[in-house]
């Protein structure tokens, strides 16, 4: 068998799966529905409670007027684009060069909304003020990503993304936030997901990563963008008779893990701390300010598997499933913590990162 | 209350539904899953065995070379339209004047893809041979509804259907089918459904209406067809991590109810001639050629509601939960026949037709 196929089945099949809520398995579905009423009427089309009743309960946590529920974040955010442009009738958003609408979607932005894009910054890097203030304003809207995912979830300081929202009100830019992951920053910050997004002019969330639905997403913004938006929902096919399968699940998500974000990030510097203690691992960010990071390797991929493969066999703790190539030289992978890291006895986590660091010391000589 | 309402609330709460294959309540989704295995993987952007396996099983149905599966015939068909388009450099297709894409999409076929539309025939008839004929070569693709739901489920006759085909095929026009009803008109045309579809270059099919899953589509076509369509899929936003909840319903409804059409067209048939032999009530088409048929009546909306919630509060029968309006002076409503009908003892039909009758009786006086 090829080495990462390997690794990837015995990481699952290991007793200890360290990142993550558990499986994606179809229990997911069934524990969330379990104390559900059959009788429950589905959502029709975009109306009836179920919807309409999550995207009120969104739309006051994330402190806007209203939300709109979507099945992904890839449609969710390629329409806020598009609603921004035609507002300001300027075809042209800035992002950074490692956005979900650059490298994830096929191009979607452009191929469906001839909406052209600016790369702020360098890739390795967040973008700054100064990145946007180069700009001018020649663009409809930037878009920010919170935490950087591309880059190990790097994160700007909460009074440079005031300086930004500043800026970007003053030149008439609209601010959209890919609020993939932003109840995971939520506990670096300090502040609630309002106060956050208040600095946005649009927000999108996801509802299945740290949140741990099954899949959906959530746009949300003023009376008139959200208008605009379960329109443009229409016209991408994402106005489902039935969105209720991801609707009930997320919001059960939602309820049970809403609480837990300050623990995750914990439990993610705690974490890197035991991976930056082995030889020759550095982990992005060096310290967590989420719930992820990647750790990173001065080996080629081929090198790594072997290593992590040793470890989730000898010891049980499956630390991951999958290593990436950075290049010919170096390798990576990303991390998230959920559920399973505070259910790891610790003796066990101790041998395992003893057995890596070892295994480590023998693969730089 | 306002009439409209109170006739909606009385069929909701009746004892017996006549149309449709029962309530859209999340007693649906929980059906369909208590049998699979908590253990089951979900799929993962369009890989695993729970989305392959189904689109290899209704390609097979369908007798084309692949199939995938779609949250929704809305990005299915416009991805459609878009692929044969794009290929033949000629951004114009050509449909009925009441085509789903032009009247139920927000216009997303022209806002998204900006694709021009040709409205081939009256809006209240059929397409014919001769017309497509007068498009000449000047359109990438021709779309055929079957049946043409919004003139009440007419169906051209299948050798018409076939000369059609065989002109587009000479005169190089994709054809393409809107098969949300498919497997609906087999038993009229007394054929399978890959020897339907192998008159058309690409076909989608919907996964709820006769077929009764929760939500979702096909599309199916050629092998080359088919990778372009989910390069679209993911630009659409419609490649979700996780499609299972769609999947899995719409296999256990399809076994549920692949050898039931048959029942549905008698069914149909059976109804509409008790409609038609009411005071003033003629169906459209007279003789159904699938499970639906729209009824219609030469008396404002507003006259009929009253007769409708009369029937329903006398004998427990509920025969439709709306009326709509053609005009001011005629309305009709939309009959789709499914496993409801089945169940409803004959005597109870009977006494409803009886007081329909009377009641139309008096009315058109």
Known sequence: MELSKKLREAYKACAHQVPGNGPRNIGVLKQAFAEIDAGLESDTYGKGPVIEDFENKMAGVLGKEKAVFFPSGTMAQQIAMRIWCDELSLHKVAYHPLCHLEIHEEDGLKKLHRIESVLLADKNRLITLADVQELGSDVACLLLELPQREIGGELPEFDELVAISDYCREEGIKLHMDGARLFEVLPYYQKTAAEV???????????????GGIAGAILAGSEPFAKEAFIWKRRHGGDLISLYPYILSADYSFEKRRDRFPAYLNGARELAAMYNGCHGV???????????????????????????LAVVEETGVGLTAVVYAVDEESSYFEISIGDNYGTIPKEKLQQAFSLLDEKMEVTLR
Chains 1, 2 share one sequence.
């Open 282 to 308: 550095r982990t992005r960010p060096l310290v967590p300010v989420s719930n992820m990071f990647h750790v990173h390797f001065p080996l080629p991929k081929e090198k790594i598997e072997p290593v992590f």
């Open 197 to 211: 997004c208040q600095l946005f002019d649009s927000v999108y969330i996801s509802l299945y990563k740290g949140v």
